[in-house]
């Protein structure tokens, strides 16, 4: 079964490179994940990173729709680790970062069988 990704030629059309993570997102990812800012620019850089179209509804707390995209996001670290984000991307180019956390084995595995297809490309 293949995931629905987009091409990181279209996310990367769109994503400039700022990640925007709020302070209080950012001590959550660190206590209860162990996720640090600088994993996720480092992962983030990988460039057979996968995106997916999330399966959560795309709606804001306060229920209105978002004028962002939401993705989850598997991509590599340089210490050769799988990192799952799952982050919402503005037209303007921002990525506001909701949650993030290590890979388990599945998402391990859709993560290396996706990326060979990119390798292949």
Not at 18 to 38: C, F, G, Q, W
Request: proline share 3%.
């Amino acid at each position: 079964m293949a995931p629905n990704r987009i091409n990181n030629d279209d996310f990367n059309r769109i994503f400039n490179g700022t990640v925007i993570l709020a302070p209080n997102i950012e001590d959550k990812l660190h206590a209860k994940h162990k996720v640090y800012r600088d994993d996720l620019y480092d992962a983030l850089g990988d460039p057979y990173r996968i995106v997916l179209r999330a399966k959560q509804a795309d709606k804001v707390p306060n229920h209105s729709i978002s004028k962002g995209i939401l993705f989850e996001i598997l991509c590599e670290s340089s210490d050769s680790h799988i990192l799952f984000i799952v982050a919402r991307l503005f037209d303007n180019g921002h990525l506001y970062i909701i949650t993030s956390y290590w890979a388990d084995q599945i998402l391990q595995k859709i993560y290396y069988m996706e990326s060979e297809v990119l390798r292949d490309e």
